[in-house]
């Protein structure tokens, strides 16, 4: 119950497009959704956070969709840089100062 | 601003010996917390400590492993009689003191290889 599912673990997109990370969770008393941003070499750095009581949160090119019902979120990742090439976690709390627990992550590649 | 601090960055250790990973969190963070990442995997909770309390310790393997936060100093990961196991990327977090919307920042890890 206590598990974040992520997918895909990796992906491939040409610059440009449009990336699609995808989350669910169990844990309904869950209440906060962060996604984390890890290049090689260094440690996770924050995207992006939602709480349940949005069902959209948009910051750029970030964008995280929501939806409460069905136990998933999202991110999306407009116009995908080069640059975006590296590793997202989804995660999630109960209250955003216990533990996070995060998905096992997906490797995004962004070809020119 | 300075941001979550680990060191070493990279630590090697032979089986049976002790390995300690330290991590200063980011100015005005009383909240510190671990968590180890194996090669291709997520970042799995072990500790979350206030300054002098451990709050919550559940993804602490029982034996071996220890973590403290001085009043005063950086907070400790300990792990004794190192194992070929305990190879792993450890990061620390930090936050400040609960309040909405404030996330945890992490550092940039201390690799642990054991030979």
């Known amino acids: 119950q206590q598990q974040v599912k992520q997918s895909p673990q990796s992906l491939i997109v040409q610059k440009g497009g449009i990336s699609i990370i995808n989350c669910a969770y169990e844990?309904?008393?869950?209440?906060?959704f962060p996604w984390y941003q890890q290049f090689p070499g260094k440690g996770p750095a924050l995207l992006i956070a939602i709480r349940p009581d949005v069902s959209e949160k948009k910051e750029g090119r970030f964008t995280i969709s929501f939806n409460k019902s069905a136990k998933q979120f999202s991110l999306h990742i407009m116009d995908s840089q080069p640059g975006d090439s590296a590793t997202y976690f989804c995660a999630a709390s109960i209250l955003n100062t216990d533990k996070l627990i995060f998905g096992t992550g997906t490797r995004l590649q962004v070809f020119p | 601003n300075a941001g979550v601090m680990q060191n070493p960055r990279h630590l090697v250790r032979r089986r049976g010996q002790e390995a300690r990973l330290r991590c200063s969190p980011m100015k005005g963070h009383s909240h510190v917390y671990w968590y180890r990442q194996l090669p291709e995997e997520g970042l799995k909770f072990m500790v979350y400590?206030?300054?002098?309390?451990?709050?919550?310790e559940s993804g602490m393997p029982k034996e071996r492993f220890s973590a403290e936060f001085p009043k005063e100093g950086p907070s400790i990961l300990r792990i004794q009689q190192v194992v070929r196991g305990d190879s792993a990327a450890y990061f620390c977090a930090s936050s400040p003191p609960a309040a909405a919307d404030q996330p945890q920042h992490f550092g940039d890890g201390t690799r642990l290889s054991i030979l």
């Open positions: 400590l206030q300054k002098e309390n451990i709050i919550d």
């Open positions: 844990n309904t008393a869950f209440d906060y």
